[in-house]
């Protein structure tokens, strides 16, 4: 990104805008361990009551992980279209900056889930904020392939075509995963462990 200031020039570099993007990535993924509970007995209580406790943690911890395995998909996918940008202009960098703003609240959104795992309204806001990061990725890969002078064209168009289907992937699970949570809030969570069978499909479809 450039401009003028004061008449002076300025100029966002690709690399700065990579390393505050893996940072927050980097923090929202350690903090998804702090929406666990940790259960707090007594010593005297804690030989009676404390392998219930651990067995009843088992919804936050299982969301935790879909979370992080969620979010390495998106900061691998981020990585990957990135790999191709030549320059930063201002609509990129404000995509990104919407981009974190979700990715942030991931952590939040688990918690509640994980909190109340069989509750609509808790799971939705889950699926929510997975569907609206999933959507901001699509809008990132189409900006940056929209323009020469962002985006390398030596990069193949099949292949272009290929990261916008995986990029949309997680968004259309994350609105079957609404959809689902209607009938069975917890039971939508599990939507999510469909995504690698059409990850797979779509690497395969692809000739090359």
Not at 61 to 78: K, M, P, Q, S, T
Not at 112 to 125: E, S
Not at 192 to 206: E, K, S
């Amino acid at each position: 990104m450039t401009g003028t200031a004061d008449g002076f020039e300025y100029h966002i570099a690709k690399n700065r805008l990579e390393t505050l993007i893996d940072g927050i990535f980097a923090i929202a993924m350690t903090l998804l361990v702090l929406t666990i509970a940790l259960p707090k007995p007594s010593a005297e209580q804690a030989p009676a009551v404390l392998p219930g406790l651990i067995f009843r943690l088992f919804p936050q911890v299982f969301l935790c992980v879909i979370a992080f395995l969620i979010l390495a998909v998106f900061w691998l996918g981020h990585h990957r279209q990135f790999h191709f940008v030549q320059n930063v202009d201002p609509r990129l960098l404000w995509i990104n900056i919407f981009l974190l703003i979700f990715i942030v609240l991931l952590p939040f959104s688990t918690d509640i889930a994980g909190d109340y795992p069989d509750v609509a309204i808790a799971v939705l806001t889950f699926h929510v904020n997975v569907l609206i990061v999933g959507l901001l990725f699509c809008v990132h890969w189409r900006h940056i392939c929209s323009s020469s002078r962002l985006c390398d064209r030596s990069l193949d168009p099949s292949i272009i075509r290929l990261w916008f289907l995986q990029a949309a992937l997680i968004p259309s699970i994350a609105f079957l995963a609404i959809l689902v949570s209607f009938l069975n809030p917890f039971g939508s969570l599990l939507v999510y462990f469909i995504v690698p069978v059409p990850y797979y499909l779509l690497n395969h479809a692809h000739p090359g």
